[in-house]
């Protein structure tokens, strides 16, 4: 039986109190993300190999919703800033709420019919993700970029559509401001 409970979240850290599961995002597990393909080696060998982001979840199976967060490190690749896999959701009928705390970023989503858009992400924030609409975030600021996602327990993530083809954009730094460029690669 589950029982109600409140679940601290730190806007700053992004911790999740009590959380359920966690994992991290080493750069090189993000390994053919970035365009350009030399500088990721690059900043792997010289950075360490640095974390570019850890996900948290508060997540009950017997429960239709879940929540937790993003937490995302400011860092660049060849000038496209640090950024998460991207995904459709499994089920089609599932979208989602990003609730920025902390940071600055852009959220880039495309639709299956290839329309793309994208919603900044500040604290006060909430960004609505419809169902059917990949949704990649980035880390366009210097400090952490923290927030909340919350959608369907069975939700899904099918990655391998845009671990596939990439995004029909990219997003890199263009005279210290974040610019939306096409993906010569798409
Ligand atoms: C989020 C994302 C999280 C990491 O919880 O899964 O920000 O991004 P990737 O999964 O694309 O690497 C979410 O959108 N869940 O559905
Ligand atoms: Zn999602």
Redesign the pocket.
């Known amino acids: 039986m589950l029982f109600p409970e409140g679940v601290a979240i730190d806007g700053i850290s992004g911790e999740v109190t009590p959380s359920t599961d966690r994992y991290t995002?080493k750069l090189s597990e993000l390994s053919g993300l970035f365009h350009d393909a030399a500088a990721f080696d690059k900043v792997v060998a010289e950075g360490g190999d640095p974390i570019a982001?850890e996900?948290v979840d508060y997540r009950k199976q017997e429960c239709d919703i879940c929540f937790?967060t993003?937490i995302m490190m400011p860092g660049q690749v060849g000038g496209e800033y640090f950024m998460?896999?991207?995904?459709f959701?499994e089920r089609k009928d599932c979208g989602?709420g990003y609730y920025t705390q902390s940071g600055e970023g852009l959220l880039l989503l495309e639709s299956r019919e290839g329309e793309v858009r994208t919603v900044e992400m500040k604290p006060g924030i909430c960004a609505f993700i419809p169902p059917e609409w990949a949704?990649?975030?980035i880390n366009t600021g210097s400090e952490k970029l923290v927030f909340v996602?919350f959608?369907a327990t069975d939700?899904g993530?099918d990655y391998g559509t845009i671990r596939e083809r990439g995004m029909r954009k990219l997003v890199v730094e263009r005279d210290g401001r974040p610019a939306i460029i096409d993906n010569p690669n798409f």
Do not use: I, L, P, Q
Not at 84 to 87: A, F, L, P, Q
């Open positions: 995002k982001y996900v937790g993003t998460t896999r991207g995904h959701h989602e949704h990649r975030s996602w959608c939700a993530h």
